[in-house]
């Protein structure tokens, strides 16, 4: 997914404890750099900062990092001379979604799911509705005696 010019991910949405890669096909790779850092944090104060060094691939430059619970990663990328692309001093800033069990796997919120209780009141008037149904159903057949069952007579 590319959301930016000469960065990809390699999935369609960022989510906040997930590992994620970031491929760089930005200026320094086209400059042929031999050593390339992603410089990370995350939150509008770059919290849990933390620099990896990046792979040199055919893809560009590539790294993984695990996401934090926050709401935008920020990063940059440095060289082995110390030169930086931040995105022309606005650094590259994207938004990290919030990680939601029921939506990830539907069939595990069924099972963690507590279980519904009936209210007594709706059990009574369940049981009442039924013996009231037997009381009209039955008690004309018990009066009248004809309370047998009938055998059908075969010709």
């Keep these: 997914m590319e959301l930016s010019k000469n960065i990809f991910f390699n999935t369609d949405k960022l989510v906040e404890n997930q590992v994620v890669k970031i491929s760089y096909t930005g200026k320094f790779f086209q400059d042929g750099s031999a050593d390339v850092y ?3 944090g995350f939150g509008l104060l770059w919290e849990n900062l933390g620099e990896v060094k990046m792979e040199r691939t055919d893809l560009g430059f590539q790294a993984e990092i695990t996401l934090a619970s926050a709401d935008t990663l920020n990063f940059c990328f440095k060289n082995e001379t110390g030169e930086w692309d931040n995105n022309e001093n606005g650094n590259y800033i994207f938004p990290i979604e919030k990680y939601e069990a029921e939506v990830a796997n539907p069939e595990l919120a069924l099972i963690v799911a507590p ?11 369940k049981k009442i509705r039924l013996a009231i149904y037997k009381i009209i159903t039955y008690l004309p057949r018990i009066i009248s005696g004809n309370y047998k069952r009938k055998i059908k007579n075969e010709e």
């Excluded at 279980?115 to 008037?125: D, E, Q």
Aim: proline share 7%.
């Design 38 to 40: 992603l410089h990370y």
């Design 115 to 125: 279980p519904r209780k009936l209210r007594k009141s709706y059990m009574w008037s």
